[in-house]
């Protein structure tokens, strides 16, 4: 009986992974991303080096959910603070990779959450000179 039981189980079980299997695209495309998951107001934090001077910046992100950015805050370059502001283009694809270019010339890879609540920033260029800074968005609007 036990094992006509585990037989009965290891069937449905089997079936109902199967039938997943067979339309993948189903789930995936529920939650794909696309420029509209970026939208709402972030607080920025990044850190690094450029120049191989220390940095950080602290800003307010607004983004449109259209693609485009506006931003203010603050940078610290090698211990001195300066106020900053920024207008920005981005682009989210549908595996919530993206990328970022803002009028200053600087640009970014992102990856967003899926319900965008996050955002990992890495600096890919800079007029500034060679840079390693790394960061996260978080929007401020999220429940957590």
Known sequence: ???KRNATFAATLFVGIFSLA???????????CSDATLKGHYSALLNGSVNGAPF?????????????IT???TV???GTPMPTSFTATYTVNPD???SFVSDTGTTEDITVSRDGSEVQIILTGTPLGPATVTGVAKN???SD
Do not use: E, F, H, Q
């Open 22 to 32: 067979m339309v993948p695209g189903a789930y995936a495309n529920s939650r794909s």
């Open 56 to 68: 950080a910046a602290l800003d307010i992100v607004i983004s449109d959910g259209n693609g485009n």
């Open 140 to 142: 401020l609007n999220s």
């Open 71 to 73: 931003g203010t805050g």
């Open 76 to 78: 610290v370059v090698n």
């Open 96 to 98: 919530c990779s993206g």
């Open 1 to 3: 009986m036990k094992t």
